[in-house]
């Protein structure tokens, strides 16, 4: 087993903080300019931008984050929708509206409810989904949330269907890790929340209140043979340059030890929740922040995707999407049934409440390509074969084509005229920047053979 230190050192990370104050604006540039060649940065300059105050440097990272972000990831990007399937949970985090403390009622889906969940994201379009749930292995046991991962996968309404279940449940054993790998996981998600463990000590009571618990959670899927993990951090909780020096930590971690850093991060911001003193937010981490926190991290750690939520207001979600953003939600809800019907005890609150077509008329405005491909994961290209193919920048050449195909099947299932309309002409735009022309041959036929009722063509 890891032992903390291995992935975080809190004097490490305080000290740089400390030696990093104040930078000049030649070491800024030079920072920036070794951000451009996309192998990433070492702590001491991700201290060096932390603590940069200047606007019109910071306007500078934002410009050099977003050419990396189009060099890397193009103009797609991938949608999924969060599936809540349990609010029981005996821990008693206080910042979450589940927390154990709020006696409002819980709900756990039955399979048939989720498969009515199912079904109605399906008909928005989703190809892809987030199961959530709080902690509780009473209530929440680990065979229920494999049952519930092999009922979403056998859901279909019309032509839709979920092709990719990702997981954002509690820290668990290995054991339990193979269970949900046995029915197809995508990515486990989990979140530090906070890496500063005094912090985290503080803030948590109940299982989840052993920082190692959830600190190693990663090594072990690794070891259960999920090779796809994602981190995170609630911003909000502690010193958000602490929290971004140890994420960055935590992924060079993970890519040295398991040759494989983290599929994705994560950047949700504390939100107000049921029951939850808000007002007590002890490091508000503002609208301008999040998005230097985003561009720093895409700089940081170029390959790694990475995740906003519905958590954010529409505007900033649009400026994240430039700067460093490759996968979002839409039509959210953040509740057991809270899709199609009056809202049950809801984690936190939402900012983007659009639906799903609403959300990609905006982002085709900006010149965006939606993405809903699932193609990676079923061919196998997880874990280190993903990296080998994203590292040198080869992945693109498959995720153009692959999102143009199943932004094809969001237009002929479910667009409404004007996003059709608009949709069709961004889709002709990346077809033409497809620069392999047998891809782009193959991409054409396989577009006519959607155009006639063919579904789930990918490369
Ligand atoms: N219950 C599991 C756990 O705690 O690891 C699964 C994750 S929970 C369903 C999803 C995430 O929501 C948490 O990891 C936390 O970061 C986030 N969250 C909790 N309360 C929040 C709030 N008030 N505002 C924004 N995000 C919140
Ligand atoms: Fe439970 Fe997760 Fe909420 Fe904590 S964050 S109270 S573990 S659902």
Not at 102 to 110: D, E, S
Request: aromatic letters at 8%; proline letters at 4%.
């Amino acid at each position: 087993m890891p032992k903390v230190e291995d992935i975080i050192s809190e004097d490490r990370i305080n000290g740089i903080l400390e030696e990093t104050k104040n930078p000049s604006q030649a070491r800024v540039s030079e920072i920036l300019r070794k951000a451009s060649e996309k192998r990433g940065l070492d702590l001491e300059d991700v201290g060096y931008l932390l603590n940069t105050k200047d606007p019109g440097l910071t306007r500078k990272m934002f410009d050099t984050a977003s050419r990396i972000k189009k060099e890397i990831y193009g103009e797609r990007l991938v949608f999924f929708a969060p599936l809540y399937i349990s609010s029981y949970c005996i821990n008693d985090c206080v910042y979450c509206g589940f927390h154990r403390g709020n006696t409002k009622p819980r709900k756990r889906l039955t399979l048939e409810e989720i498969r009515g969940q199912v079904k109605i994201l399906e008909d928005m379009g989703h190809k892809r989904l987030l199961v959530e749930s709080g902690e509780d292995p009473d209530e929440n046991t680990i065979y229920y949330g494999a049952e519930a991962i092999k009922t979403i996968y056998s859901t279909r309404s019309g032509t839709g269907e979920i092709r990719r279940v990702n997981v954002n449940v509690a820290a668990t054993t290995v054991e339990n890790y193979k269970k949900l790998k046995a029915v197809g996981i995508g990515t486990y998600q989990l979140f530090q929340e906070t890496y500063h463990r005094e912090t985290y000590e503080m803030l948590h009571d109940g299982p989840k209140a052993d920082y190692e618990r959830q600190l190693f959670a990663h090594d072990r899927a690794f070891e259960a043979g999920i090779d796809d993990v994602g981190l995170g951090v609630l911003f909000g909780l502690y010193d958000h340059r602490f929290e971004v020096l140890a994420l960055v930590s935590h992924a060079r971690y993970l890519d040295r030890k398991l040759g494989v850093g983290p599929h994705t991060f994560s950047v949700p911001r504390w939100q107000p929740a049921d029951t939850v003193e808000w007002e007590k937010a002890p490091y508000p981490v503002s609208e301008d922040e999040l998005l230097k926190i985003i561009a720093i991290l895409r700089m940081a750690v170029p390959y790694t995707g990475m995740i906003i939520s519905t958590r954010e207001r529409p505007e900033i979600r649009a400026r994240a999407f430039e700067i460093g953003i490759s996968q979002t939600s839409a039509a959210s809800r953040a509740s057991p049934a809270g899709y199609g019907k009056a809202e049950e005890l809801s984690q936190f609150s939402l900012s983007d409440h659009r639906s799903v077509d609403d959300v990609l008329k905006g982002i085709l405005e900006q010149g965006l390509l939606p993405s809903f491909c699932t193609a990676c994961y079923r061919k196998g290209r997880t874990g280190a074969a993903f990296m080998d193919l994203a590292k040198p920048g080869d992945i693109q050449e498959l995720c153009r084509p692959n999102a143009i195909l199943t932004f094809k099947e969001y237009l002929e299932d479910y667009a409404s005229p004007e996003v059709r309309e608009l949709g069709q002409k961004i889709l002709d735009k990346c077809l033409n920047q497809i620069t392999d022309g047998n891809v782009r041959k193959e991409a054409e036929a396989r577009l006519e053979r959607i155009k006639k009722g063919e579904r789930d063509l990918f490369f």
